[in-house]
């Protein structure tokens, strides 16, 4: 009941919500739809890191459903099994019924989690996924631990994540679990035999196993500290669980209070924080640790859908402390901290998506959304050459609806992008019909002297996302090379 009322809520708050990576996601569906293969606007190229998320894509639309509505439809799928697993996972620890309420009504109403539940993008299918892992890894049966290999090995074509956590959980299950060591060379098998087969499929048919997205968001050095992004990282850390760090904080002074009455601080946390060990919670610890400790050292920008498959490990983690711990309060206090973690998911997280979340989302949607839709028409519906070409930044919703071949200046959907050093020089040598900058180009930065240019639109648009918080002008040029 609490997973239905959760995707009709997201439903009421983003009826018309897509970001640009799911119109991504919607060119390679169309394309592999049509029996193109994997390609994005007619260019056979590695540009998704999400290939099943396309697979699936592509055969609901092959059952006449338009991809749109496919992909909308698989979030809204994924995101309700999200949430039954959650409720599950808890279940199965035997908590009190009351922290379970509250700890499945914390995923429900996550306000980065209704923002894409009905997104077309994969982020609920991999909290899925990773969930359905612990449970499977959790089992004695030899044939679950195989099914979690199997799940893993569709979680690294889901989200390119899933390969650390599967590095992670070898390590740990090889290093823990010593008489299991066969069960889990078997389930890594599995695992290894479905990311190679990709692979090889990805290198046959690409000429690489590289996405175009891992040159583009995360190349250059292993590690690249910047401390404006390790703090950016560490408030969507604390705002995507923020009932559970209060809750944890009033846990462990809890922790502090007795152990210091008791004359022994040190025991007492360790006596509390064993919990971690004897409910194998250590696992999902290990992978949340290394995922942020991996973002906070590397120069990317982590964005909320990256992070969100372990938002219920960090519910899991909390409400089974807190249900270890209540019986060390009395029921007024124990009703109190229960008051307190409920107020802030219902009143705290309600806050923050009506006054962050939901406008942010709504000028995207208004700004961004109708615009590139607009400008897709223009392109369109413009007379002239049938074989059209565009050069831009944002390439999902024109690469979807223009009708035209799209050059990539971020070379997301575009491999041959990587080989110019400049987008000058990228763009003269593709000499593209239409070109659309927002103000990350100047027309006289990137075009050639003496070309004639026709502006077919121009429009003042809100903020681009984390990385372009400041309104823009996005302006679409028509482009005549002699």
């Not at 290999?149 to 959980?169: D, H, K, Q, S």
């Not at 560490?234 to 152990?259: H, K, Q, S, T």
């Not at 110019?420 to 763009?427: C, D, F, I, Q």
Request: aromatic share 16%.
């Amino acid at each position: 009941m609490i997973a239905i009322a959760s995707v009709l809520l997201a439903y009421f708050l983003y009826p018309h919500f897509l970001g640009d990576d799911t119109f991504i996601h919607i060119g390679f569906i169309k394309d592999l739809a049509a029996g193109k293969g994997f390609s994005f606007a007619g260019t056979k190229t590695y540009g998704s890191t999400s290939p099943l998320w396309v697979i699936l894509g592509a055969g609901l639309t092959k059952l006449s459903l338009s991809p749109e509505t496919a992909v909308r439809l698989l979030s809204l799928i994924f995101s309700v099994t999200a949430v039954y697993l959650l409720c599950a996972v808890l279940l199965k620890l035997k908590l009190d019924m009351k922290i379970i309420i509250a700890a499945v009504a914390s995923l429900a109403l996550n306000p980065f989690f209704l923002r894409w539940a009905l997104s077309g993008m994969e982020v609920s299918a991999s909290i899925t996924l990773l969930l359905l892992i612990y449970i499977l890894f959790n089992e004695k049966s030899s044939k679950k631990w195989y099914l979690g290999g199997l799940v893993f090995g569709l979680g690294m074509l889901i989200r390119p994540e899933f390969a650390g956590f599967f590095l992670i959980t070898v390590v740990y299950y090889f290093i823990i679990f010593k008489e299991r060591r066969k069960d889990l060379i078997v389930a890594a098998s599995i695992s290894f035999i479905i990311a190679g087969a990709w692979l090889l499929f990805a290198y046959s048919h690409f000429g690489t196993v590289v996405p175009n997205t891992y040159l583009y968001k995360a190349g250059g050095s292993l590690f690249a500290f910047k401390f404006d992004y390790a703090f950016r990282t560490g408030m969507l850390f604390l705002a995507g669980n923020l009932p559970e760090f209060v809750l944890i904080a009033l846990l462990l002074f809890a922790a502090f209070f007795y152990g210091r009455k008791n004359g022994n601080i040190s025991y007492s946390l360790r006596k509390r924080l064993s919990v971690l060990k004897e409910e194998r919670l250590l696992l999902p610890v290990l992978w949340i640790s290394v995922f942020y400790l991996f973002y906070i050292l590397k120069d990317v920008t982590v964005i909320s859908r990256y992070s969100l498959m372990l938002v219920p490990f960090v519910i899991i983690v909390s409400a089974t402390l807190f249900n270890r711990l209540k019986e060390n309060f009395n029921p007024e206090i124990r009703s109190l901290i229960l008051f307190i973690y409920l107020f802030i998911i219902i009143f705290g997280y309600g806050l923050m998506t009506l006054k962050v979340v939901k406008p942010a989302s709504d000028e995207f949607v208004n700004g961004f959304q109708t615009t590139y839709r607009e400008m897709a028409s223009i392109i369109k519906n413009d007379p002239g050459n049938s074989n059209k070409t565009v050069a831009l930044t944002d390439v999902g919703i024109i690469g979807c609806y223009s009708g035209a071949k799209v050059y990539d200046f971020a070379g997301l959907v575009d491999h041959s992008r990587f080989n110019y050093n400049s987008t000058r020089e990228y763009l003269i040598a593709k000499k593209p019909d239409y070109v659309i900058l927002r103000e990350d180009y100047q027309p006289q930065e990137i075009l050639p002297e003496g070309i004639r240019t026709e502006i077919l639109f121009q429009k003042k648009l809100g903020g681009f996302g984390i990385n372009h918080s400041q309104p823009r002008v996005v302006t679409l040029y028509k482009l005549f090379w002699e």
